[in-house]
C-alpha cells in the first residue's frame, strides 16, 4: 500500500503497533534505522500507541526524537503494564520506557483497573488507540495512519485473533485504512511472563457498550403520578429498547434507573439518541413545579465482566466500566447524552456516520469518580 497521506493534507497521523523482543539484539539498530526512514517518508508528527518492549518504544523513541508529539495509550494500571509487557524482555527496557512515558505528551489509560490475564484488555487497547488518532487526525484534517512493526515469520498467521500485531493490523485494515509494515528483521523473542491465576466461576471479559440513565425529578413525584410515570416513562423506554432487538444484550431498571449492554458502540449511539426523542413529549403531570424533570443518558465502551447473579441465577455484566458510566449520567444535562472519550473513539473506529460528538471538556463525575473528559453526543 502507498505510504503517502496524500497531496492535499499534511503529514498523516500515526498509531503503531509491533512485536515485542528483547533487550539488547544486535538487530535492534538496524530495525531503529528503518523505523526513523518509515517516520521521515511520512513525515508523521504525532504517534498514539503503547509503550511494550520491542516495537512500542523504539517507535516511541523515533517520534521523539525527531520532536514529534507522543500520546501513550496503556492498557490497565501502569505497575501491571510494566510487570506483563515491558519487564518480560528484560530489564533493560525499563529506564527506556519511563523516558519515554516522561517525554509523552499524554498518557491515556484505557481502564485504570489491574490486569486480570484478559486479552480483551489488549484489545481494547487497541481500538482505543486507534480511535484516539483517528480523532486527532479529524480534528487537524489530516489521515491517520498505521505504522506495524512485523516479523517475516508471522507474515502467514492469521490477522483474526483477539489482540496481537497481527490482529491490530486485521483490524485497521477492516476499517479500509493504511498500514505500513516495517520488517523487525531477527530481533530474539524468548519472552518471559508474570504467571496468572484462572478466572474463576465460567466469567468471562466482553467489550461492550453501556448505557446508564435516570429521570431527574422522579424523586418529587407523588403517589399519584407514579403509575403516570411508569406507562409513559418506563413505557416508551421499554418499547424503545425492544424496537432494538438483539442488539440489546442485557437491560435492567430500578426506580427510576435504566442499565443497558448493547453490542456495538454505533447502535448504543442510535439507541440513546431515539430514546431522548422519544421523550421529549412527556405529560405535563410529570414535570414537578417549578424544577427540571426528564431522562439523562450516560454512554461508555469498555470491558466488562459477563457471568452469573449468584443470587437471582441471572446472567449479569459488571465490572469497573460499569460503574464509571453509572458516575456520567448525574452530570450529564436534563435531554442530553453524554458519552466518555473512549466511546467516541469507538464511534469512529465503528465508521459511525449517523451522529456526531462534541467535547463538553473535562467534568467531575459523580461520588468522587474522578475527573474525565466529557463529549455530548447529537444525531446528524
Known amino acids: 500500500m502507498a505510504t503517502d497521506a496524500g497531496p492535499d493534507t499534511g503529514p498523516p497521523v500515526v498509531v503503531y503497533c509491533g512485536h515485542m523482543f528483547n533487550a539488547g539484539s544486535d538487530e535492534e539498530a538496524a530495525l531503529a534505522v528503518r523505523i526513523a526512514e518509515a517516520l521521515d517518508r511520512l513525515g508523521a508528527r504525532v504517534g498514539f500507541g503503547p509503550l511494550a518492549c520491542g516495537a512500542d518504544i523504539l517507535v516511541a523513541e523515533a517520534l521523539l526524537a525527531r520532536g514529534g508529539e507522543l500520546n501513550v495509550v496503556l492498557p490497565f494500571a501502569e505497575e501491571d503494564f510494566v510487570a506483563e509487557s515491558v519487564l ?18 499524554s498518557v491515556h489509560f484505557a481502564t ?40 517475516d515469520k508471522f507474515r502467514s498467521l492469521s490477522k483474526t485473533g483477539l489482540a496481537g500485531t497481527l490482529a491490530d493490523i486485521g483490524m485497521w485494515q477492516a476499517l479500509g485504512r493504511e498500514t505500513v509494515t516495517i520488517p523487525a528483521g531477527p530481533v530474539p523473542r524468548d519472552l518471559v511472563f508474570p504467571p496468572h491465576p484462572p478466572i474463576a466461576g465460567g466469567t468471562r471479559r466482553e467489550i461492550r457498550s453501556i448505557l446508564f440513565a435516570d429521570y431527574k425529578g422522579f424523586s418529587r413525584l407523588g403517589e399519584r403520578e407514579l403509575p403516570l410515570f411508569m406507562a409513559e416513562v418506563m413505557g416508551r423506554i421499554g418499547a424503545v429498547l425492544g424496537e432494538f432487538g438483539d442488539h440489546v444484550e442485557f437491560r435492567n431498571t430500578w426506580g427510576d434507573a435504566i442499565y443497558a449492554v448493547v453490542d456495538t458502540p454505533r447502535v448504543a449511539a442510535r439507541l440513546a439518541l431515539a430514546l431522548q426523542q422519544r421523550l421529549e413529549d412527556l405529560p405535563l403531570a410529570l414535570i414537578p413545579p417549578g424544577g427540571e424533570a426528564g431522562m439523562r443518558i450516560g454512554v461508555h465502551y469498555g470491558p466488562i465482566w459477563q457471568g452469573t447473579d449468584r443470587i437471582t441465577g441471572n446472567r449479569i455484566w459488571y ?34 456516520d449517523e451522529c456526531r460528538f462534541i467535547s463538553v471538556g473535562h467534568k467531575p463525575l459523580a461520588k468522587e469518580f474522578g475527573e474525565i473528559e466529557l463529549y455530548r453526543l447529537e444525531g446528524i
Open 112 to 151: 485504570p483497573g489491574a490486569y486480570v490475564g484478559d486479552d480483551n484488555q489488549f484489545a481494547y487497547n487497541t481500538r482505543l488507540a486507534m480511535g484516539l488518532a483517528a480523532l486527532r487526525a479529524q480534528q487537524i484534517e489530516v489521515e491517520a495512519v498505521q505504522v506495524a512493526v512485523i516479523s
Open 319 to 352: 465490572g469497573g466500566e460499569v460503574n464509571r458510566t453509572a458516575r456520567i449520567e448525574p452530570v450529564t444535562p436534563v435531554g442530553g447524552v453524554y458519552c466518555t472519550e473512549s466511546f467516541a473513539a469507538a464511534l469512529l473506529i465503528d465508521q459511525c
Open 88 to 105: 518480560c524482555g528484560g530489564e533493560a527496557w525499563l529506564a527506556r520506557y519511563r523516558a519515554c512515558r516522561d517525554a509523552a505528551a
